[in-house]
């Protein structure tokens, strides 16, 4: 599969853990994007690397949230301390390019709070 | 900020019938990215435009820079076209979209 995938697919964790999810891009794409989506809502941007650099990250909800990209390959978006508000379905993307070139999502990693 | 809005929020159609979704948006892009999202997450991007139409099968887009609209139409639905469609402005030079809530769609064979 070349797709993009991401790692887990769910998780369930209880408030104020910590959790980190992963992202593979497709492999020749070095922009690599993360969003967050709530129920009945669109996705929202969070932040986006080119390659390893990190070009945007103030839309990141909180200082919670961060995100690498360490060899511009693979990605990871860690949640220190995770709250009920947290739970939601984060979904990466990348793209081949630095102009607006087409998305490929991957199928996300839902997220539950307890 | 870019403000977009999706009209309708919610469709249901019978098999066979030709489908219009709308999206507006309030500032200025550089291109614009029709999604759809399936039940259980699933993201496809089905076009990305900046002006004029494309056409790819039984869906077409069309955007007006100008009028900051963007329509999305399928022909002769199909029960498997339901799914949220989701349109996406994309502006400035860090191409970072802002998302609609998305149109659901359901159609009835």
């Known amino acids: 599969d070349t797709g993009v995938s991401q790692d887990p697919r769910h998780k369930i964790t209880k408030r104020g853990q910590n959790v980190t999810f992963r992202c593979d891009p497709i492999?020749?794409?070095?922009?690599l994007y993360w969003y967050r989506q709530t129920l009945g809502q669109g996705p929202e941007f969070l932040t986006y690397f080119q390659n390893e650099a990190q070009l945007e990250k103030s839309r990141l909800l909180s200082d919670r949230f961060s995100a690498e990209r360490p060899k511009g390959s693979f990605s990871t978006l860690e949640i220190q301390r995770t709250e009920q508000g947290d739970s939601a379905m984060y979904l990466c993307a990348s793209s081949l390019g630095t102009g607006f070139y087409e998305q490929y999502f991957g199928p996300g990693t839902r997220l539950t709070v307890t | 900020k870019n403000e977009v809005e999706q009209s309708p929020q919610n469709l249901t159609a019978q098999e066979g019938e030709f489908i219009t979704i709308n999206c507006s948006y309030s500032?200025?892009?550089?291109?614009l990215h029709w999604l759809q999202q399936h039940p259980g997450g699933g993201i496809v991007s089905l076009f990305m435009?900046?002006?004029g139409k494309k056409k790819h099968g039984r869906l077409i887009a069309t955007i007006n820079i100008q009028e900051k609209h963007s329509s999305l139409h399928i022909t002769a639905s199909h029960p498997r076209d339901s799914a949220v469609y989701i349109c996406?402005?994309?502006?400035?030079?860090?191409?970072?979209?802002?998302f609609g809530r998305g149109t659901s769609l359901i159609v009835h064979p």
């Open positions: 492999s020749e794409h070095n922009r």
């Open positions: 435009l900046s002006s």
């Open positions: 500032v200025g892009i550089s291109a």
């Open positions: 996406a402005p994309a502006s400035g030079g860090s191409y970072i979209p802002t």
